[in-house]
């Protein structure tokens, strides 16, 4: 299988992993460099399903796009990329080499083709919905667009327990959480609030203000609650991992983490520019958890998580 092999024949699928390389080299460095601790072989992998959510989600989060399309344009735009996938992978190929390279990885690694149902139905939803009522309402949205995206990178992971499976789910959302935390002020451009209206009336933010006021630092110290207890819990699944998988998938975890103590450090100003994590940090995390291993790091460099509110209906495992 093509999992197994460290090197790729094939002139287009060289072409397309290149390309999925470089697109997760350029857009989600954490991904990136926490998949440079994996074997060549299951790297690629990482960087194709990658690739594909980036390219799906530029098409509905792209603001030129947003600006110069009307969403029923978008919508059949999205329909067409996700139509694109659904050919090749019956027909086992296509002649873009992103495509075929996410194609290869879906089929080598046997990833459940539902996973994509359930991710395009979540890209589709940013067509038509900018805001969500509650935590659970918000849960239905990251369902198919952050806790599938933990399963679809199970198998390229290879887990050796199955339990694996809801702390990757969780994993995923703790990672989407953290970048509504992180992006609020690009959100709200895009006319989207991705924090529950609820949490927002429960402490008495008006969040169009874009003012860092004891109220707001309440509110963001409440998510950075729920969103550590996520990581907490997908913790328990890195233990279930092979080593190479555990240390790529600690190293990805620590530095998304990271970002949730830098927005601390920020006083809780996630408007005035947005929070990040230096490269040189990232390069430096990474060849930590390489040398001590990912639970050593972590506990160097997150708090301790505490208790979560509504945490049943984040975890809950319904697929």
Known sequence: MAARTSEVRDPLLREGYRRCAELTRRFGTTYYWGALLLPKSRRRHVYAIYALCRLADDIVDDPDAIAHSTAADLAARLQAFAASFRTGLTDGASSDPVMAAVIDTVRATDIDPECFDRFFNAMAMDLTTTSYQTWDDLCGYMEGSAAVIGEMM??????????????????GLAFQLTNFLRDVAEDLERGRVYLP?????????????????SEWRALMAFELERNRELYRIADTGIPMLPARSARCVGAARVLYAQILDRIEKADYDVFAERVRVPTWRKAATAGRIMVLGPARTRAGSTQSARSLEGAPHVTQDTH
Request: proline letters at 9%.
């Open 197 to 213: 209206q609820a949490d927002l009336r429960r402490f008495g933010v008006d969040i169009n203000d874009r003012q860092v006021t």
């Open 154 to 171: 199970l198998p390229v992971l290879e887990p050796m327990d199955r339990a694996a499976r809801r702390p990757a789910r969780c994993l």
